[in-house]
């Protein structure tokens, strides 16, 4: 992460739609001194699993559109963290962008920015968000940076992707970071930035040290942040840890849990996304994982762990669904195709070894939770530069 000069003043924060803490996350991962963290969100279940691991922390459920900006004067917080809701932008969804009542609580955010600048002492200092790809072409957007310019802010927007920081994750999110005039940032850019701007960089070899039981690697931390992100999909994976470092290790009761069953396989067996521990990528884990299986993750290939397995298999599982025969799944099943782990997606989504889950919180639920969070690295990078490049 950058380095400081001086001590900096410790900062008050507001986590904004906190969900998890995976904002908290990377706060503590920058080594910024913070001096209080407020923290929102409406949701009980995302609620239990904050104050579980982070239990000291002020964390008010409540709904946002109740917030004024006299309480927000009450705080005089100085960053602002935020990952508002996305499904009115994802292209799965209808893209009814401000059309959308879920957007309802982030426009009421531009409002109450609106209200503080009156009073500009009141605004934050800094701002970060994040949201999905396809935001950064919305009318939510526009209203963004529209309030962002007219309230004294500069700003720079980027598409960044986990695998640009050495993670074997595809997950393409948008952010915005933003800090009030006269702060600059080093980088200039007046469009959508695609590739890490600054040669410094956390890359994942930094928070291996937290893990428990993950061996030592080597990596030129130079690499992992070397990759452009061409599409939504594409970024070279070449300089990216194996999967294999971020698995845990379950014993054969455990392993079982999470094999896919034979009716799984016969009705998803198609659409498979399969990586093995020597994989280098993986499909973006969604909240839906575990669930459906069509784009919502990859799964692991934990018994024969070779490709060339998997092409076997395969050729004998097109052949009878051609011929119409019965036990489609039969040729997949020595495979042992498997999910990942609420604690492996949290691993590979780099949040701390500490970071666990309360015995009164289903996987379900905490799939889903965790496919609402974000990478902690990524937020770790972005917060390092918004906070410490003055």
């Known amino acids: 992460m950058a380095t400081r000069t001086s001590t900096p003043e410790p900062l008050r924060v507001l986590e904004l739609f906190s ?17 209080s963290v407020t923290a929102i969100d409406i949701n009980p279940s995302a609620n239990r699993l904050y104050s579980h691991n982070f239990n000291t922390t002020k964390l008010l459920q409540l709904n946002i559109l109740g917030i004024s900006s006299s309480f927000l004067k009450q705080l005089q917080t100085q960053l602002w963290v935020m990952s508002p809701p996305c499904q009115p932008f ?56 529209t309030t962002l310019s007219e309230t004294g802010y500069t700003y720079r927007e980027l598409l960044l992707t986990p695998l640009q920081f050495g993670v074997p994750n595809s997950r ?16 200039d850019s007046s469009c959508v930035i695609r590739e890490w701007p600054i040669q410094e960089i956390t890359p994942v070899t930094a928070i291996f ?3 428990t039981g993950i061996r030592d690697i080597d990596v030129d931390p130079g690499e ?25 290790h379950l014993s054969p009761e455990e392993k079982a849990s ?17 990586v093995y521990t020597h994989s280098v990528c993986s499909c973006c884990f969604t909240r839906a994982y575990g669930n459906y299986l069509q784009g919502t993750g990859s799964v692991i290939q934990s018994g024969l762990n070779s490709k060339q397995a998997t092409d076997s298999a395969y050729n004998l599982y097109f052949q009878a669904v051609e011929q119409g025969l019965p036990n489609l799944e039969a040729p997949l099943m020595p495979l042992e195709l498997r999910f990942f782990t609420p604690k492996e997606i949290a691993n590979v989504m780099c949040f701390p070894a500490d970071f666990s889950f309360p015995s009164d919180l289903s996987n379900k639920q905490i799939y889903k939770l965790l ?15 918004l906070l410490l490049d003055q």
């Not at 803490?21 to 001194?33: E, L, N, V």
């Open 19 to 35: 969900g998890v803490g995976g904002m908290h996350c990377a706060i503590r991962q920058t080594g910024y001194p913070v001096s």
């Open 90 to 145: 994802t292209r799965q969804g209808k893209k009814l962008d401000l059309k959308d009542e879920r957007t309802s609580a982030f426009t009421h955010i531009l409002k109450l920015i609106r209200e503080l600048s009156c009073e500009p002492n009141y605004l934050p200092t800094y701002i970060l968000l994040e949201n999905v790809q396809g935001f950064e072409c919305s009318e939510a957007r526009n209203e963004l940076v």
């Open 172 to 187: 393409l999110r948008y952010y915005l970071i933003a800090k009030l005039q006269p702060l600059k940032f080093k980088f």
């Open 209 to 211: 040290t937290e893990y």
């Open 224 to 248: 992992a942040g070397s990759t452009t992100i061409s599409e939504d999909k594409s970024a070279s994976p070449l300089s990216c840890i194996p999967l294999d470092r971020f698995l845990t």
């Open 258 to 274: 999470y094999l896919l069953t034979a009716p799984t396989l016969q009705k998803y067996g198609k659409v498979l996304d399969i």
């Open 371 to 385: 496919g609402n969070s974000v990478n902690v690295l990524v937020i770790t990078n972005l917060l390092s530069h």
